[in-house]
């Protein structure tokens, strides 16, 4: 079956752009994730959506960074104004439901560098 | 906050050696546990999980044992192929779910 999806795979942003992330979880799961990875660091959490509603969203690292899902499935990562700060990888992960035993299917990931 | 300590890589290993990647953590409440597996190319992979004190996860060889009086959960395999050239992250999740991670460990298996 799919998996998670994400696109693109890579994006160049020059600095002051703004870009968008796409993530399309496993159908049916309730839970989407959205984590930051940096150059040989582990995940960092960013947002968390039940459905279409936004949980959290503690670990947004600025008022630039923003994120929807606005019908409970797909869900979209936009970056304002991006600074070379930003260059991650910016992986999706999706799972059944908020049980913190539930294993996180994660996506491929979208490499984001901005010159 | 929760944070997850595990040991610094990279890793070389020659094939059926012994592995341990440590791994410990801080967390409040009582968080489930995981390793994650990255193969060249991919994305990341749960490989296996414990949910409370005591329980062992197991999986393509691999073990490691939920140690809450050493806030532990290191990963064994008694011997390692060259297919398990990898990146292992060890994590923990509470509440909601989200996932705390560690930065990694390189691990590289020569024949």
């Known amino acids: 079956g799919a998996g998670v999806s994400q696109s693109p795979r890579y994006k160049v942003a020059k600095r002051g752009q703004d870009v968008a992330l796409r993530c399309d979880p496993i159908?049916?799961?309730?839970?989407l994730f959205w984590y930051q990875q940096a150059l040989g660091q582990g995940p960092e959490f960013l947002t968390y959506?039940?459905?279409?509603?936004?949980?959290?969203k503690s670990g947004l690292p600025s008022d630039r960074f923003f994120a929807e899902r606005p019908e409970g499935s797909v869900s979209t990562l936009k970056i304002q104004r991006t600074q070379q700060e930003d260059s991650a990888v910016y992986l999706c992960?999706?799972?059944?439901?908020?049980?913190?035993?539930?294993?996180?299917?994660f996506g491929p990931g979208t490499r984001l560098t901005v010159l | 906050g929760n944070s997850v300590t595990q040991m610094e890589g990279p890793v070389t290993l020659s094939e059926e050696a012994f592995l341990t990647i440590n791994c410990t953590y801080t967390?409040?409440?009582?968080?489930?546990l995981f390793w994650y597996v990255q193969y060249p190319g991919e994305g990341l992979q749960l490989l296996l999980k414990?949910?409370?004190?005591?329980d062992k996860g197991s999986n393509k060889g691999f073990e490691a044992t939920y140690r809450k009086e050493t806030t532990s959960f290191h990963l064994e395999k008694g011997s390692v192929q060259v297919s398990d050239s990898a990146v292992y992250f060890c994590?923990?999740?509470?509440?909601?779910?989200?996932?705390?991670f560690g930065d990694g460990t390189t691990l590289t298996v020569k024949p």
């Open positions: 992960a999706s799972n059944r439901r908020d049980r913190d035993y539930n294993e996180q299917f």
């Open positions: 159908s049916g799961h309730v839970s």
């Open positions: 959506f039940q459905n279409e509603a936004q949980l959290d």
């Open positions: 967390a409040t409440g009582y968080p489930s």
């Open positions: 414990a949910t409370k004190a005591d």
């Open positions: 994590a923990l999740s509470t509440g909601a779910g989200k996932s705390t």
